[in-house]
T-cell receptor, first 117, second 114 residues
Framework: GAVVSQHPSRVICKSGTSVKIECRSL??????MFWYRQFPKKSLMLMAT?????????EQGVEKDKFLINHASLTLSTLTVTSAHPEDSSFYIC?????????????FGPGTRLLVL | AQSVTQLGSHVSVSEGALVLLRCNYS??????LFWYVQYPNQGLQLLLK??????LVKGINGFEAEFKKSETSFHLTKPSAHMSDAAEYFC????????????FGGGTRVLVKP
């Protein structure tokens, strides 16, 4: 149990275009999902917290108009990188928060590698 | 505020030898602690977690970790390394009061020598 998927796994796009990444919790409902960015050989950096039915909460320094997050259902959150530029190239990973009684655990998707040319 | 420090960005062990990955945390409240493993070009897989029950936590793939409050540590061990253990390992802490956000350590890359 606790499977999280991401689509696409890899995407290459031209500078100036927008890219949408989907994150789905396949076997549980998640009112909260998280979006991370990981640079090569680095740890994960939290970008934003995605809450079902409400606006996302962005971490300091993350442009909310650049990285649009929508969490329209209990199993789907999307991250749209708008007007992508080469510096947006990175590995984007989502996680979904699973609540089991008093325990809360984040389960991660396999990641999406974005390359902006 | 919570923080995590992983001592050693790289660890090299021989196959069959003990694996020890160190993690120290800082948290203003009793924390939840996690170890995740990441294989190349993949997401993170949960190895084990501490959520205020038993201080010695057993996880998947033969790993275990011990929560020591007095030392603010949550070190990860495996008695005998296998080639398939070569990966990046992340220690993380979360606080419910912080919205369940995970704060990650810098990661430790494990190399297993035959």
């Amino acid at each position: 149990g606790a499977v999280v998927s991401q689509h696409p796994s890899r995407v290459i796009c031209k500078s100036g275009t927008s890219v949408k990444i989907e994150c789905r919790s396949l076997d549980f409902q998640a009112t909260t999902m998280f979006w991370y960015r990981q640079f090569p050989k680095k740890s994960l950096m939290l970008m934003a917290t995605s809450n079902e039915g409400s606006k996302a909460t962005y971490e300091q320094g993350v442009e909310k108009d650049k990285f649009l997050i929508n969490h329209a259902s209990l199993t789907l959150s999307t991250l749209t990188v708008t007007s992508a530029h080469p510096e947006d190239s990175s590995f984007y990973i989502c996680s979904a928060l699973r609540l089991a009684g008093a325990e809360e655990t984040q389960y991660f998707g396999p990641g999406t590698r974005l390359l902006v040319l | 505020a919570q923080s995590v420090t992983q001592l050693g960005s790289h660890v090299s062990v021989s196959e069959g030898a003990l694996v020890l990955l160190r993690c120290n945390y800082s948290s203003s409240v009793p924390p939840y602690l996690f170890w995740y493993v990441q294989y190349p070009n993949q997401g993170l897989q949960l190895l084990l977690k501490y959520t205020s029950a038993a201080t010695l936590v057993k996880g998947i793939n033969g790993f275990e970790a011990e929560f020591k409050k007095s030392e603010t540590s949550f070190h990860l061990t495996k008695p005998s390394a296998h080639m398939s253990d070569a990966a990046e390992y992340f220690c993380a802490v979360s606080e419910k009061a912080a919205g369940n956000k995970l704060t990650f350590g810098g990661g430790t890359r494990v190399l297993v020598k035959p």
